[in-house]
């Protein structure tokens, strides 16, 4: 044999598998993944000869059995072809390693000489992370890696391993930014804490960058944000970590080390994970890239968004419990469930409200920035402190608390929304007076100090406008109009600079939905409901009841007997205004007790039947902070003042406007006149008629985040009131008279005296 044959491979089975004869019945191969049986003309023969030490030659020229050297070739073809075979150099021994690598996909040797040319380089970032790199150097060329030699190594290292105290840590921006310029991979790891953090990878050339990944996690932290904030310096914790705990870590970081080097690559790698010692259970937290990301992403993209027309297109409705949407309940989920996740997710969680029976389909998924701002806890637990959803089934109810959360996430002011700051009467021509919007009393204005302390952040008095001082305008999409109309920013978004003066935002006329379009008609709805809500609510007129047994709703029939179940009677009125859609308060009242624990829910819509279902769901939503209250007055999950002396002193007795008139006919569905339409655009141009039939328009502005891709849009309508105390001339009191439920305008000091507590 020449030295040129002698260096030929050898063909032998992937180290990672053992070929076993059994005679009559075929050649086994056993791997740790499971047994695969050949079976065929010559493989008997040759599985004994394939053991790394002949070439193929050589097995053609032995041609055992009987074999032809072409059958020879031929059966190793199939093998080779069939990625059972591999081709060795003469003599090399067993490689746990290599076998590792064809379990994972690899070509072994390939995977291994990766590792061998490769370098790593080791950062850190904080105080107890340096205290650990000589430990993890050290683990890395254990796993046969060479570390990077700044000054000596011409090219970058293959990797960087960075291990920190905090994901939070400033310093790990400016890594960012160095390996990203440089071109090099890293993998971010936290060892001395109580759960090792490992990943992501960031890759400069795709992917989520840093800032991506630290956005999420201080949201999801906010007290600690507001602290560190206050403070002007990351809030660190002491160390907590185990010697075995951290040594784990250590070594797992080490491990996706080395398999990115090889060339191995799996969806993990895009997510930070995290491991529980105290159970040796562990997550995949994903991480996605933010579009509008102002590091690796275009940061213009939400003003581009916001500048462009509002255009709508045909979105077709399927049928779902509560709603009209163009996706079912259970398509919003598969699209948009990975927005869920304790740390990484844009919401936090979502789950289920134990307080009372699960036919309530009460679902909570986080704070509710509308309700305090800061995301610290609340000193008050109100109706409204948590984001939630409802639904006729427990899928609709996990789908509607995740796009209240998104809703809400999205109303959240960033910095990336486009403004243009302006004196009033520098903009007149295109702004809209925010007076047609808050609607304030002047003696509202006047009293607003006394009023303010006694009452909570939605009923607050803002300052009174002034038309002089320059302030920041964000653009809205009039789709009565066709143009761009400014409304003020600090209206618009919770938290935007100009806040707490002269504006306030609120979640009115905010809706997440399956489209835009969707989006569009659920916040006009939201407004319809409101300002029929408040005319009745402030004028405390007797409105007509529903005939519920009219309606033939499986689903409300069942409701009312658990109601009944809970010693409560549930009814509702139809509140419905002049515009004509539909809007229900469902109401449910103590039967067993002096104290009624009276609960009200509210719903509108064009089609009458999912306008009592959204009501009477809502009701349930608001049912669990007063489903353990007993007789003597304790129980209640709440502890808001206004809501307490509400459920412990209202009864239908001294608020008789709770009550259907008692000279009015029950209305059904046949008094509603409701004409289905098929398509959601079709009812977004019904309200933009609505809206222009009031003198007034629908105006718009897509809230949606690139990071996330679910719709949401915030619709106002000027002139429509909201449900809380919003005292201003106009509709509050010119409407009910031409309705005929009053002879004259209430008087401002006739008005109900209990501002609306949800």
Not at 34 to 48: F, K
Not at 138 to 152: F, K, Q, W, Y
Not at 257 to 279: I, S
Request: glycine share 10%; charged share 20%.
């Amino acid at each position: 044999m020449t030295q040129a044959q002698d260096a030929e491979p050898r063909l032998a089975f992937k180290h990672h598998l053992t070929a076993e004869v059994v005679p009559g019945e075929g050649v086994f191969l056993v791997s740790e993944r499971g047994v695969t049986v050949l079976r065929g003309t010559g493989v008997t023969e040759l599985a004994p000869l394939l053991d790394g030490s002949r070439t193929l030659d050589q097995l053609a020229a032995e041609a055992p059995g009987g074999l032809f050297p072409a059958q020879v070739r031929q059966v190793v073809g199939r093998l080779l072809d069939s990625g059972l075979l591999t081709c060795r150099p003469p003599a090399a021994p067993a490689s746990p390693s290599e076998a590792f690598w064809e379990l994972a996909g690899l070509d072994g040797p390939t995977a291994t000489r990766r590792t061998e040319v490769s370098t790593v380089a080791v950062a850190s970032a904080g105080t107890y992370a340096r205290a650990v790199v000589a430990e993890m150097a050290a683990a890395l060329t254990d796993n046969g890696l060479r570390l990077h030699r700044p000054g000596e190594d011409t090219a970058p290292p293959s990797l960087a391993v960075v291990l920190c105290d905090s994901y939070l840590d400033p310093e790990l921006a400016d890594l960012d930014a160095a390996y990203r310029s440089a071109g090099t991979p890293w993998l971010l790891v936290r060892l001395m804490s109580e759960q090792p953090w490992i990943g992501p990878v960031f890759r400069p050339d795709d992917g989520p960058c840093w800032h991506c990944l630290a956005e999420p996690l201080r949201r999801n932290r906010p007290a600690e944000a507001f602290l560190g904030q206050a403070l002007g310096r990351p809030v660190r914790t002491p160390p907590s970590a185990l010697a075995a705990g951290r040594a784990a870590g250590l070594h797992l970081a080490c491990l996706e080390a080395v398999k990115w080097l090889a060339g191995q690559r799996h969806p993990g790698q895009n997510a930070l994970w995290t491991l529980n010692p105290l159970d040796l259970t562990s997550c995949h937290h994903g991480v996605r890239r933010r579009p509008q990301c102002p590091a690796c992403g275009d940061p213009k993209s939400m003003a581009h968004q916001v500048h462009a027309p509002f255009v709508c297109v045909s979105r077709p409705k399927t049928a779902t419990g509560t709603g009209e949407r163009s996706l079912t309940a259970e398509e919003m989920l598969r699209k948009y469930g990975h927005l869920v996740d304790d740390l990484t997710g844009v919401v936090k969680e979502i789950r289920r409200d134990r307080r009372g029976p699960g036919f309530l389909n009460c679902f909570h998924s986080g704070h509710n920035p509308a309700a305090a701002p800061t995301g610290l806890a609340q000193v008050r637990s109100g109706l409204r402190s948590h984001s939630s959803g409802k639904g006729t089934t427990e899928t609709q109810a996990k789908v509607s608390a995740l796009c209240e959360a998104v809703e809400r996430h999205s109303g959240w002011f960033q910095g990336d929304e486009p403004t243009v700051r302006a004196a009033y009467r520098d903009v007149a021509g295109q702004a809209v007076h925010p007076d047609t919007i808050q609607l304030f009393h002047p003696r509202q204005y006047a009293g607003r100090a006394r009023w303010n302390a006694a009452h909570g952040p939605a009923h607050r008095v803002c300052d009174p406008f002034d038309e002089q001082t320059p302030v920041d305008w964000t653009p809205m999409w009039s789709l009565t109009g066709g143009r761009h109309r400014l409304v003020p920013t600090a209206m618009l978004y919770y938290n935007a600079p100009g806040g707490k003066g002269p504006f306030a935002a609120n979640s009115n006329g905010s809706a997440a939905g399956s489209s835009r379009e969707d989006a569009v008609v659920q916040g006009f709805l939201e407004l319809v409901e409101r300002d029929a809500v408040a005319l009745w609510w402030y004028n405390r007129t007797r409105q007509p009841g529903v005939d519920l047994d009219a309606f033939d709703d499986t689903w409300v029939r069942r409701v009312r007997e658990e109601h009944r179940g809970l010693a409560r009677r549930l009814w509702v009125l139809d509140l419905t205004s002049d515009l004509g859609v539909p809007v229900f308060a469902a109401l449910s009242a103590r039967t067993d007790k002096p104290a009624q624990d009276i609960t009200l829910g509210f719903g509108a819509h064009f089609d009458p039947g999912i306008a009592l279902r959204r009501a009477v769901a809502e009701l349930n939503q608001m049912l669990p902070p007063v489903a353990g209250a007993g007789p003597d007055g304790n129980g209640y999950s709440c502890d808001d003042p206004a809501v307490l002396s509400w459920w412990r002193t209202a009864t239908t007795a001294n608020q008789p406007y709770l009550l259907p008139g008692p000279d009015r006919r029950a209305h059904g569905p046949g008094d509603f006149g409701y004409l289905p339409r098929t398509d959601l655009a079709d009812d977004v141009a019904f309200a933009a008629e609505l809206a222009r039939g009031l003198g007034s328009e629908l105006l718009v502005l897509d809230q949606t985040r690139p990071d996330t891709g679910l719709p949401v849009v915030k619709t106002v309508v000027p002139g429509l009131r909201p449900f809380w105390a919003r005292f201003g001339p106009g509709r509050l009191y010119d409407v009910p008279v031409r309705l005929g439920r009053r002879s004259t305008p209430i008087r401002y000091e006739d008005l109900n005296p209990v501002p609306l507590f949800l």
